[in-house]
């Protein structure tokens, strides 16, 4: 293999990813993310409003109930997003949709949600870096 060859390979791979970007699929799937998430942010914030447990971080020495329902509304609006997401790949797969991008948003905002959810209700730092370094590379295989 000469310096041409790969150059010329390098080349047909560079118009490959330009015509996937530039296409309307790619920028339906982008508004379509955007869209979700605002909404998502909109309606986590709503439903955390009027319940003071998730709405104001609990004290030094509170309840522990308080602590969870917190960190429960804390995980509110990435749960929202992955479900929408989720809902969104269903129907493009329905309805015959390459919904490539959107597949990619919904492995990454399970991996968020889950680095979340460590951080929010692990408290021993030994087992939140395991759970990091161990229970998320393979969580990214599985999906």
């Not at 986590?44 to 602590?67: I, L, S, Y």
């Amino acid at each position: 293999m000469n310096v041409d060859s790969l150059t010329q390979h390098f080349e047909e791979k560079l118009a490959l990813v330009k015509a996937s970007v530039m296409s309307d699929s790619f920028v339906i799937q982008l508004t379509t993310i955007a869209i979700i998430y605002c909404v998502a942010f909109l309606l986590a914030r709503q439903v955390k409003k009027p319940f003071k447990f998730t709405r104001e971080k609990p004290q030094q020495g509170a309840h522990t109930m308080h602590g969870f329902l917190y960190n429960l509304g804390e995980a509110l609006f990435p749960l929202i997003t992955i479900s929408m997401l989720k809902l969104t790949t269903v129907l493009g797969a329905q309805f015959q949709f390459d919904a490539w991008l959107l597949e990619i948003a919904v492995v990454v905002a399970l991996m968020l949600f889950v680095n979340s959810l460590i951080t929010g209700f692990v408290e021993n730092n030994t087992i939140a870096a395991f759970m990091r370094w161990v229970g998320l590379p393979i969580l990214f295989l599985h999906l």
